[in-house]
């Protein structure tokens, strides 16, 4: 087994900050993903990595950054946080060319 | 274009019940399908999925989906419903072999509350 860490769990900004959102796993899987969940809709994708020096972006890129550090690691910016924003980002992770994908904790961002 | 549909956004039902949440799903080749639960403040987990083969596959804690080709349907089952269930549960599409690269699509989720 392995497990997916995110940090941090709750991050508060303010309108125009640039936030930063990282992720870990110890699957040694390839592929990792970020999602944004808002209340009362699915996830939508915000990036993707097939491989470790790979880069895509998702449905919903547009204010956003990602950055593959290494293979265990994906990182996400917010390039400029929107007011009154409410999201929860959530990472997952999947062997290369899997279905199944696992999922962290979750960072509950809020934008003041 | 691929698009997943949770048509109920909450369902209700007492403890002892039998469960099915409802999933369409719109894709023009053969699609992987996929349950995946959310408990209250905590992340997604897995919890079954169809590739090929046989239409009724079963996962953990219970639940077992059914794969509908003919009305595009993904149907989550379980019977019966314990207060344990409580949770948001969320219907994902892949599109399959056909795909050079796939992601999942997910609906919109459906909210279960199982009372006593």
């Known amino acids: 087994g392995g ?13 125009g900050q640039k936030l930063t959102l990282k992720c870990q796993q110890n699957f040694n899987h390839d592929t990792m993903y970020w999602y944004r969940q808002d209340s009362g809709k699915g996830l939508r994708l915000i990036y993707y990595s097939i491989t470790e020096n790979d880069l895509q ?47 962290g904790p979750g960072t509950r961002l809020l934008v003041l | 274009a691929q698009s997943v549909d949770q048509p109920d956004a909450h369902v209700t039902l007492s403890e002892g019940a039998s469960l099915e949440l409802r999933c369409s799903y719109s894709y023009s080749a053969a699609p992987y399908l996929f349950w995946y639960v959310q408990y209250p403040g905590q992340s ?37 419903a ?9 219907c994902a ?24």
Not at chain 1, 3 to 15: A, C, H, N, R, V
Not at chain 2, 55 to 68: C, D, P, S
Not at chain 2, 82 to 90: C, E, G, P, R, T
């Open chain 2, 44 to 80: 997604l987990q897995f919890l079954l999925k169809y590739i090929t083969g046989d239409t009724v596959v079963k996962g953990t804690k219970g639940f077992e989906a059914e794969f509908r080709k003919s009305n595009s349907s993904f149907n989550l089952k379980k019977s019966p």
């Open chain 1, 3 to 15: 497990i997916i860490t995110q940090t941090p769990k709750f991050l508060i900004g303010q309108e």
């Open chain 1, 57 to 103: 972006k998702g449905d919903l890129s547009e204010g956003y950054d990602a950055s593959r550090e290494k293979k265990s690691s994906f990182s996400l910016t917010v390039t400029s946080a929107q007011k009154n924003e409410m999201a929860v980002f959530l990472c997952a992770s999947s062997i290369l060319g899997g279905d199944t994908q696992y999922f």
């Open chain 2, 93 to 116: 599409l892949e599109g399959g072999a056909s795909s050079s690269f796939s992601k999942l699509v997910f609906g919109q989720g459906t909210s279960l509350s199982v009372v006593p």
């Open chain 2, 82 to 90: 314990h207060w344990s269930d409580s949770a948001k549960y969320f």
